[in-house]
Each structure stands twice: as C-alpha cells, then as structure tokens.
Nanobody, 124 residues
Framework: VQLQASGGGPVQAGGSLRLSCAAS????????VGWFRQAPGNEREFVAA????????YYASSVKGRFAASRDNAKNLAYLQMNALRPEDTAVYYC??????????????????WGQGTQVTVSS
C-alpha cells in the first residue's frame, strides 16, 4: 500500500483544513488508518485513527471535538477534517495504514504503511 497525504497549507487560527490520504492497493479498505503529526523538535504524535469500515474513530484529547476522521473505501481515500485550528496544531501531518495493535492503535509502530507528510501552519 502506498499512501499520499495532501491538503495542508497555511491557515489562520480558528480556520479549517481538510487533509486527504490517497491510497493505492486493493487492500486499503481492510486497514485501519491513523493520522499523526510532528512539529520541529518533537516526537511524532498520534492525532486520530479510523477503523477499516469507518465505523469507529478515536482521537487524541488535544484534538477531540475539533478534528474528525472519515474514509471513502470506494475511492481509497481517508480524510482528516480539522476545525477550530490553533497555532499549536502546526506540524507536518502524516497518514498511516494498517494497525497491528488492538483498537485503538495509537503508536507509530502500530502502523505498517506511511505517506509523506503535509505541512499545516496555523498563524495566530
């Protein structure tokens, strides 16, 4: 599975962005998808996860209520809708697929496939 994240960019605090994760491969629909972010000097941080069907989601406490994960398996796409953005949300955002761990997967090592990151910059 190859993943490609897109949709990042500059946005003012309080604004919204929707990230997309495009996947190749026919097995994408059987994988959980995770979203992570990494700010300069920081470790990669879990943001959200969505299970294979889209029926279950899980969020980091820092984004719960503001971010929403979804997916369209027919199109091999996953999304991260980000609302009420804050300057502390500034980071490179990554999507990842397949989870080895029990639900909810939250560690980078729980995922086998990674896309390149997309930069999100939130200005105050």
């Amino acid at each position: 599975v190859q993943l490609q994240a897109s949709g990042g960019g500059p946005v003012q605090a309080g604004g919204s962005l929707r990230l997309s994760c495009a996947a190749s491969g026919r097995t994408f629909s059987s994988y959980s998808v995770g979203w992570f972010r990494q700010a300069p000097g920081n470790e990669r941080e879990f943001v959200a996860a969505i299970n294979w069907s889209g029926g279950s989601t899980y969020y980091a406490s820092s984004v719960k209520g503001r971010f929403a994960a979804s997916r369209d398996n027919a199109k091999n796409l996953a999304y991260l809708q980000m609302n009420a953005l804050r300057p502390e949300d500034t980071a490179v955002y990554y999507c990842a697929a397949q989870a080895f761990a029990r639900w909810p997967p939250q560690r980078p090592q729980d995922f086998a496939y990674w896309g390149q990151g997309t930069q999100v910059t939130v200005s105050s």
